[in-house]
């Protein structure tokens, strides 16, 4: 596939490289199954995938193709995920139909957190928004790393009453 950029809306422009994408001007490298299933993704332009189709695309050979190959690749997107979450996408699994390209939603947690970052550093929304965006992570994480109370915390469900270690 000689796909060398594509843009269209909602998603961002994504150019892949030899040695992975780059994404709002970040090198991002990735796996050569995870570049192969980003482009097929990102040229469904938002359309789900079938399951079938991307096994095909990761595994071209069916004498290479894994015994499992849905959880292996289950397992490749969730990395793959991983690596998309900070320029706000994500790749979302369609019901029993494929898997599909998107944007994450910017939920009211996210929005109240990136406002508590900005007043706690004395800056704009928007300019705490761009912070955790090149960051890399979300306002909530930040929030905790330089101590301030209010990010989400993990732990049982009741917080500093759960029982000691």
């Known amino acids: 596939m000689a796909v060398k950029s594509v843009s269209f809306k909602p998603l961002p422009q994504i150019d892949f490289t030899d040695g992975g994408i780059v994404i709002d001007e970040k090198v991002i490298g990735l796996r050569e199954r ?6 097929r993704l990102f040229l469904a332009r938002g359309d789900t995938v079938p399951v079938e189709r991307l096994i095909t695309t990761v595994w071209p050979d069916p004498d290479v193709e ?11 997107i969730h990395r793959l995920r991983n690596q998309l979450r900070p320029f706000g996408l ?34 704009s929304t928007n300019i705490a928004a761009k912070l955790c965006k090149d960051a890399g992570t979300s306002a ?26």
């Open 34 to 39: 995870h570049a192969q299933i980003l482009r």
């Open 140 to 165: 909530s994480r930040i929030l905790q790393r330089i101590g301030q109370p209010g990010g989400r915390k993990r732990g049982g469900p009741y917080g500093q009453h759960s029982r000691p270690n």
């Open 90 to 123: 994500t790749v979302r699994n369609e019901h029993r139909s494929g898997y599909r390209l998107v944007t994450v939603d910017t939920s009211r947690h996210a929005t109240e957190d990136v406002d508590r970052l900005a007043l706690r550093l004395g800056v």
């Open 66 to 76: 894994p015994e499992n190959a849905v959880a292996a690749l289950r397992t490749e």
